[in-house]
């Protein structure tokens, strides 16, 4: 019997900043921001038809002004897809969190409430597990940030995974920063280096720009890193076909 081929899933992502789907440069989103249309439903259904296995949204007004005013948006999108979304933005508390789910989100990725408010973080995780929740990071200049990227938190990114695994994390979302919509390229010696430490599943998010760029990171499977976050380089058509996530998920590409 053959032993089942490891793929890399490549995850679409929705930023929604002021109710429409933007460009996000290093993580702000006023920074040479870029609309991509004022109907990110209509966003999510065009990935859901090129075949996408699951959505990365990102609400830039719930991380920076704990606002609800993009709620609607993520709820229709939950309702107009039948693929699972993962959530992240404003998440401080147990409270957001099931308001979140009730929106019909699938899994939340958490960063700030982790690295701030780590007892309140481990009751999350201790009611929903790591199916629901997973962590995520923001890394600039090897440093951990945090309230949207806004504020360096002081704290070692290798020891945090480290301590984050120990509780029962088993997969963490590696943004770098400064790589993060730029189109420069994308930093993965860094997610290799964190699956390595960590021992849990990463998700490389940030800076991936074309193809032979996607092979690289296949190339990470056996260390850990088996999923990535793409946005830029896909509404900017930066591949030479719009449907490469369905070969990469087969593995023809090697």
């Given at each position: 019997?053959?032993?089942?081929?490891?793929?890399?899933?490549?995850?679409p992502?929705?930023?929604?900043?002021?109710?429409?789907?933007?460009?996000?440069?290093?993580?702000?989103?006023?920074?040479?921001?870029?609309?991509?249309?004022?109907?990110?439903?209509?966003?999510?259904?065009?990935?859901?038809?090129?075949n996408?296995k699951?959505?990365?949204?990102?609400d830039?007004?719930?991380?920076?002004?704990r606002?609800?005013?993009?709620h609607?948006?993520?709820?229709?999108?939950?309702?107009?897809?039948?693929?699972?979304?993962?959530?992240a933005g404003?998440?401080?508390?147990?409270?957001?969190?099931?308001?979140?789910?009730?929106l019909g989100?699938?899994?939340?990725?958490i960063?700030?409430?982790?690295?701030?408010?780590?007892?309140?973080?481990?009751?999350?995780?201790?009611?929903?597990?790591?199916?629901?929740?997973v962590?995520?990071?923001?890394?600039?200049?090897?440093d951990?940030?945090?309230?949207?990227?806004k504020?360096?938190?002081?704290?070692?990114?290798?020891?945090?995974?480290k301590?984050?695994a120990?509780?029962?994390?088993?997969r963490?979302?590696?943004?770098?920063?400064n790589?993060?919509?730029?189109?420069?390229?994308?930093?993965?010696?860094?997610s290799?280096?964190?699956?390595g430490y960590?021992?849990?599943?990463?998700?490389?998010?940030?800076?991936l720009?074309?193809?032979?760029?996607?092979?690289?990171?296949?190339?990470l499977?056996p260390f850990?890193?088996d999923?990535?976050?793409i946005?830029?380089?896909?509404?900017?058509?930066?591949?030479?076909?719009?449907?490469?996530w369905r070969?990469?998920?087969?593995?023809?590409?090697?």
């Amino acid at each position: 019997m053959n032993p089942i081929k490891k793929h890399l899933l490549v995850i679409p992502s929705i930023d929604i900043h002021n109710r429409k789907t933007v460009r996000v440069v290093q993580g702000i989103p006023e920074l040479d921001c870029k609309e991509y249309g004022d109907d990110p439903v209509e966003m999510a259904m065009i990935w859901r038809a090129e075949n996408a296995k699951m959505l990365h949204v990102v609400d830039f007004n719930g991380a920076f002004d704990r606002t609800k005013v993009n709620h609607d948006i993520v709820k229709n999108i939950c309702n107009s897809v039948i693929i699972p979304i993962e959530f992240a933005g404003g998440i401080r508390s147990i409270e957001d969190a099931e308001a979140a789910f009730d929106l019909g989100v699938y899994r939340l990725a958490i960063n700030t409430m982790a690295l701030e408010n780590r007892t309140e973080f481990i009751k999350l995780f201790e009611k929903f597990g790591p199916t629901k929740i997973v962590l995520s990071i923001d890394i600039i200049n090897g440093d951990l940030v945090t309230r949207g990227r806004k504020k360096i938190s002081g704290l070692n990114y290798l020891t945090f995974t480290k301590e984050m695994a120990a509780i029962g994390i088993d997969r963490v979302i590696v943004t770098d920063v400064n790589k993060n919509g730029v189109m420069q390229g994308p930093n993965i010696a860094l997610s290799k280096e964190i699956a390595g430490y960590s021992k849990i599943k990463v998700t490389h998010s940030g800076g991936l720009r074309n193809k032979d760029e996607l092979l690289d990171l296949q190339e990470l499977l056996p260390f850990g890193v088996d999923s990535v976050i793409i946005g830029r380089a896909f509404y900017e058509n930066r591949f030479p076909c719009q449907k490469l996530w369905r070969v990469a998920e087969s593995g023809l590409f090697n």
